[in-house]
């Protein structure tokens, strides 16, 4: 049931009428990895389009020196991948440093259209620009 009242896309944890499917993995408290693989954060939460019936974001927790973030990783990026003996979320396109200078949202269980797009542009922006090899040439 969509309500007009809420936003389309919000966190599970305040989204009781979805949940993820028994014969899927559970990304939640998993560990999120860099494209080198690299430990980088836990993923905290799942956030569904309502109106779509999908998974659109991963709020991941990141440990900084100024103290943990949340930050957003959108679904298409990422990947659930067996590492180490242990099922991992593996996100291609950024490296650890990239997540803690992620963008950040205002609201904790609501993601702007705005915030959407910084989001978005800063994560799909590593698949280009996140290593020194990426940026070059292919020839």
Request: net charge negative.
């Amino acid at each position: 049931f969509y309500d007009d009242a809420m936003p389309a896309i919000i966190p599970l944890r305040i989204a009781p009428d979805f949940n993820v499917d028994d014969r899927d993995p559970d990304p939640r408290g998993m560990t999120v990895v860099d494209a080198d693989g690299v430990a980088s954060g836990t993923c905290v939460d799942v956030w569904v389009d309502r109106s779509e019936h999908i998974f659109r974001y991963l709020e991941v927790a990141v440990a900084t020196d100024a103290g943990e973030r949340r930050i957003m990783i959108p679904v298409p990026l990422m990947k659930i991948v067996e590492q180490g003996g242990r099922q991992v979320v593996r996100v291609r396109t950024l490296l650890k440093k990239h997540f803690a200078t992620a963008p950040t949202l205002r609201k904790p269980d609501q993601i702007t259209l705005r915030e959407e797009d910084m989001v978005s542009a800063y994560c799909a922006g590593g698949q280009l620009y996140a290593k020194p090899d990426r940026a070059g040439p292919l020839i």
